[in-house]
T-cell receptor
Framework: KQEVTQIPAALSVPEGENLVLNCSFT??????LQWFRQDPGKGLTSLLL?????REQTSGRLNASLDKSSGRSTLYIAASQPGDSATYLC???????????FGQGTRLTINP | ETGVTQTPRHLVMGMTNKKSLKCEQH?????MYWYKQSAKKPLELMFV???????ENNSVPSRFSPECPNSSHLFLHLHTLQPEDSALYLC?????????????FGSGTRLTVV
């Protein structure tokens, strides 16, 4: 059974810092991995999608990497801003399954 | 606006009520999903519909009844719920056969059972 773990559960940093969020998964048989952002009480906004054959994806100040063989992904946020404060969720799509398996998220707070 | 619209945004219902959640997608996708998000738990898949046919029911109690009349609309009918069913219910869609596509989520319905 695929399980996804995100560490740390919460992170608080001053504005302007570069930071890394971690995601690990137990079964490397995946189609892709997706990072989402969730603001309090709101839905999920897709940030980056990495296919199993890819090593990384970039969008603006965000960079996500994928090491499928070791079951790890990282989300790098450059020059953090207070508006980046949210919960960040990692999800994998297992091979043969039409669903996403989610981690519990990392709650990020950027202090002005 | 993600292209997936959920209504209502908030719902308070008694344990004996019957209500429905609605999801509509304007992305041309063929698969739709219901997820439940409870406090301090990962998102849990409830139902999957592919081309209007239910392909997965993740051991969800019968007090939750999904309906997918066409590939653009998905409903979740609720009856005789329990307080522990209070949660954020999220709808998502994706291209059906394209395993390499991502998912698009709606803004959710915050359900409170009293």
């Amino acid at each position: 059974k695929q399980e996804v773990t995100q560490i740390p559960a919460a992170l608080s940093v001053p504005e302007g810092e570069n930071l890394v969020l971690n995601c690990s998964f137990t079964d490397s048989a995946i189609y892709n991995l997706q990072w989402f952002r969730q603001d309090p009480g709101k839905g999920l906004t897709s940030l980056l999608l990495i296919q199993s054959s890819q090593r990384e994806q970039t969008s603006g100040r965000l960079n996500a990497s994928l090491d499928k063989s070791s079951g790890r992904s990282t989300l790098y946020i450059a020059a953090s801003q207070p508006g980046d404060s949210a919960t960040y969720l990692c999800a994998v799509r297992p091979q043969g399954a039409q669903k996403l398996v989610f981690g519990q998220g990392t709650r990020l707070t950027i202090n002005p | 606006e993600t292209g997936v619209t959920q209504t209502p945004r908030h719902l308070v219902m008694g344990m004996t009520n019957k209500k429905s959640l609605k999801c509509e997608q304007h992305l041309g996708h063929n698969a739709m999903y219901w997820y439940k998000q409870s406090a301090k738990k990962p998102l849990e898949l409830m139902f999957v519909y592919s081309l209007e046919e239910r392909v997965e029911n993740n051991s969800v109690p019968s007090r939750f009844s999904p309906e997918c009349p066409n590939s653009s609309h998905l409903f979740l009918h609720l009856h005789t719920l329990q307080p522990e069913d209070s949660a954020l219910y999220l709808c998502a869609s994706s291209p059906d056969r394209g395993f390499y596509y991502g998912y698009t989520f709606g803004s959710g319905t915050r359900l409170t059972v009293v």
